[in-house]
């Protein structure tokens, strides 16, 4: 018997159902429901939003990821979350560029995230 608020052992229906819409889209045209804008939970959304961010910055440094993120805004991605990325690209990707996890003196590599204006 699931625990109150959750619709299954374990997991809070919010996090079952940011699970399940992790490859939906903005538009609809993501798998497996076809959900479509604000019917894709807002948590997968704003994984989308960082996750395409980080992605791009990672093989083509900050610009492509900001310009990435622009172009996919209403496809594949929430356009209200892509305006508050397009807002600080730089800062937000260096936030989200970790340093050395296990002790080091943590270098970024040349050219990521700290170009983008």
Do not use: C, H, N
Request: hydrophobic fraction near 50%; aromatic fraction near 6%; charge should be positive.
């Amino acid at each position: 018997m699931p625990l109150p608020g959750k619709s299954g052992p374990g997991l809070p229906e919010a996090v079952r159902r940011a699970v399940l819409d992790s490859f939906e889209r903005f538009d609809g045209l993501g798998v497996p429901a076809r959900r479509a804008g604000a019917g894709v939970a807002e948590a997968s959304r704003f994984a989308a939003v960082g996750y395409a961010a980080v992605m791009f910055d990672a093989v083509g440094g900050g610009d492509v990821a900001a310009a990435t993120v622009a172009r996919w805004s209403g496809r594949a991605l929430d356009p209200a979350i892509v305006a508050v990325f397009a807002e600080a690209p730089g800062e937000l990707l260096m936030v989200a560029s970790p340093q050395d996890l296990w002790g080091g003196r943590g270098r970024r590599r040349a050219g990521a995230a700290a170009r983008v204006r």
